[in-house]
């Protein structure tokens, strides 16, 4: 395990165990969001004329209830048999969660697996002290670092690791806490930050920028064919200061049928989650330095929920897996390309019918493994 380190917010890191515990525990300096329209048209405002970013004891709730089954239930990971079953743990082997969340993929890696060890991995360090109480009885082997998996290269340093798994998106956990903004189904400020840290928030892309641009967010990281007339609609209303705000605004645009099953400001909601966080970029720079800190014949396994996630994980690894990787058209191979990785799986997985059935959030999932050359 490495030391401690605390370097400018990029890296936090957590040996869980007694005697580090109380010298290295990190809390976030500030909490998310807001709680209604009004309070945030009553609040001074900060840079952009956004909201502040009002404390909250919500988090401080939710992780009092964390030892409460029967009213805050264990989270339950999603494709944990397929994503533990791709890793291949082998006995003693260090692994790595790049998105631990609340614990829930570890948590099955340490009881599937004989002597393993865990390097955590989250952005949010409210889901870091879920997963903190819920790994408690493994603090000899786990390791939790607060830090963007984009510096896996530099959190891993020069070690190697069996298996590396990436469970990617919103969590469950920053979905039902309404003041973080990531949901349109309960009304709090735009935010939608992983971490405070970040400076840009949803507010900020949804008031400030120019038609053109939110348009061209919407349709890229939203995948959204009415971008335009969204983007439209938004700058006609501004100044928007709410998750519900914007969800109506987002309905009235698209004159949305309630017959339809899927909410129309869905595919909005997630472009600006994406932009916000700079999730793609991310992804790829992370997994690219996955492969780098894997052993010979380590497992790569990730877990994308939706279709721009999947082609970037889908890219990487046949890209990764090719012996040339030239423009097609070429007459002979320049590239010199060496393949780093075998698929595991050419085709990619899905959650079974009984697993959508008791957990819905599974119903998009997306599971692919390769394999370390």
């Known amino acids: 395990m490495l030391p401690c380190k605390d370097e400018d917010h990029i890296l936090k890191r957590t040996i869980v165990g007694p005697s580090a515990h109380s010298e290295c525990l990190t809390r976030p300096q500030s909490t998310f969001g807001q709680q209604s329209r009004a309070a945030a048209l009553d609040t001074p405002q900060s840079r952009h004329d956004r909201p502040n970013i009002l404390a909250s004891s919500a988090a401080v709730e939710q992780m009092t209830k964390v030892n409460e089954p029967a009213i805050s239930p264990i989270h339950v990971p999603v494709m ?152 439209r609609a938004i700058i006609n209303r501004r100044r928007i200061t709410t998750t519900t705000e914007l969800a109506d605004v987002v309905k009235r645009a698209v004159n949305w049928s309630t017959r339809s099953r899927v909410h129309p400001a869905t595919r909005t909601f997630q472009a600006l989650r994406i932009a916000v966080n700079g999730e793609l970029d991310n992804l790829e720079k992370g997994l690219m330095a996955a492969i780098q800190a894997l052993r010979p014949n380590g497992r790569l396994v990730v877990l994308s929920y939706h279709s721009l996630e999947d082609r970037v994980v889908k890219n990487v690894m046949r890209r990764e897996a090719s012996e040339c990787i030239c423009p097609p058209g070429l007459p002979i191979c320049v590239c010199e390309h060496t393949p780093t990785l075998s698929l595991i799986n050419r085709r990619v997985i899905t959650p079974s019918d009984e697993e959508i059935r008791s957990n819905p959030r599974a119903r998009s999932a997306k599971l692919r493994i390769a394999q370390r050359i």
């Open 80 to 231: 944990s048999t397929e994503a533990i079953e791709g890793l291949g743990l082998t006995p003693g082997g260090a692994y790595i969660d790049c998105n631990v969340g609340e614990g829930g993929h570890a948590d099955a890696i340490f009881r599937a697996g004989d002597d393993v060890s865990v390097l955590g991995i989250d952005l949010d360090d409210t889901a870091l002290n879920f997963a903190r109480l819920r790994l408690a009885d493994y603090t000899d082997r786990l390791e939790l670092a607060q830090s963007n998996f984009s510096e896996l290269a530099h959190i891993a340093g020069d070690s190697l690791f069996e298996g590396v798994l990436f469970d990617l998106g919103v969590s469950s956990l920053q979905l039902d806490t309404p003041e973080r903004g990531f949901s349109f189904r309960n009304e709090a400020a735009l935010d939608m930050r992983f971490t405070p840290q970040t400076e840009l928030t949803a507010y900020d892309i949804v008031n400030h920028y120019q038609e053109r641009e939110l348009a061209a967010v919407i349709r890229e990281y939203g995948e959204e064919p009415r971008a335009r007339s969204i983007a």
